[in-house]
């Protein structure tokens, strides 16, 4: 789907579920920012308070593109911050600090993802919000809190820290190996956002019925390990790491155009599977009686008869055969056929942001997952350049005038 384009449009009609809320966020990198960015698309008004002349952190990212002025917008601000204005105001004044203050009743919530202590800092805290403004809902996200005695609560931390440290590397690294760190990108950051997303909707509606904000307090640690239950589960049942051989198949295989991934994990659907590529012998042979006998045999029979069924299958074909046999499968898509996958498309899960820096292929960001009938997607805004709406927000929120604005640019305290 192109920028800009509405999709549902007979949805239209209904608006955006989160029309009128809006949100002031004081966010970086990723961890706020896809939360926001999901809340944006749901309707919410978006205004990212980030510093006045470089912007936040995740404009420093690589790869990147030129805006219009010739500076460096980086890939993880690119795919965070459609739908968002940008107000540039340096908090780290006390001007600064006023300024936001001063904007802060004029939201619904408040959101950080700063170091914890660096709101308090700059008396911008859930604290000094809540005792003026009782009524505004604060989140903060960190990578081990801001609240309580968490022996780990100065620690910096990205993503790959709070997933290493719920115990998933070690669940599934093999004996003799080192984990696989950082396997899929950014989990710990988008799951912490979902998480905060969830908390923010709920404070909402308890706000509704109350009229009180409140505190939301999102530590990436315990968000990936509830992401990361089955460590702890199967740990308290005497399964410290995953089992191998494991009485499931969850593994590639290779057919005559790329790798397929198969995955059962019943034994009706080992039969199914036995039946289809013509290896009825396995059912009942004393060597799959038990689940783990399949890993056990996964290697030195199961893919080796596997593949010699689909060498002449494309994973298409493939994957329908098993599908039609009630078999989980799915090809292993390389990124170009991913962005060209003909769901994704059909379901707008590819938006298209022109660039600005005279090339001609536009940067790609995943849309939005959250299909609802009676909201329509889009128009989605691009992502707004340093403090590109400076002057909007604090004239239409502060009413302050030119010579008020003049004055903050020459002393750096807001963006030019």
Known sequence: MDLGEISNEGAAKYGKPLEGVKILAAEQMQALPFATQLLARLGAEVVKIEHPINGESARGALPSMDDPSGRSVGATFLRNNLNKK?????????????????LVPNFDVVGDNFKPGTMEKFGLDYKSINSKYPNVIVISISGFGNSGNSPY???????????????????????????AVNPMGAVGDIATS????????????????TGEGQYIDLAMFDCMASLADVAINFHSM????????????????????????????????????????????????????????????????????????????????????????????GPVLTVP??????????????????????????????????????????PEMRVPWVGEHTDEVLTEELGLSETELENLKKTGIISP
């Open 86 to 102: 940008s107000v540039g105001i340096d908090l780290s004044t006390s001007e600064g600090q006023d300024l936001f203050l001063r």
């Open 153 to 179: 609560q100065n620690w910096p931390a990205y993503n790959s820290v709070a997933e290493a440290m719920s115990g998933l590397y070690d669940f599934k690294r093999r004996e003799g190996e080192p984990p």
């Open 194 to 209: 979902l998480f905060g997303v969830i908390g923010i909707l709920a404070a909402l509606r308890h706000r509704e019925t």
């Open 238 to 329: 005497g399964i410290s790491r995953e089992p191998n051989p494991a009485p499931y198949v969850i593994a590639p295989f290779r057919c005559s155009d790329g790798y397929l991934v198969l995955q059962f994990v019943r034994e009706h659907q080992f039969e199914n599977l036995a039946n289809l590529i013509g290896r009825p012998d396995w059912i009942g042979d004393s060597r799959f009686e038990e689940r783990t006998g399949w890993g056990e045999h996964l290697h030195s029979e199961i893919i080796p008869a596997l593949e010699k069924w689909a060498e002449n299958q494309t994973r298409s074909e493939t994957s329908s055969l098993l599908a039609e046999a009630n078999v989980a499968s």
């Open 337 to 378: 056929e991913v962005v060209k996958d003909p769901h994704l498309e059909e379901r707008n899960m590819i938006v298209a942001l022109p660039r600005t820096d005279g090339i001609n292929e536009p940067i790609l960001i995943p849309g939005n997952p959250i299909k609802m009938s009676k909201v329509s997607e889009g």
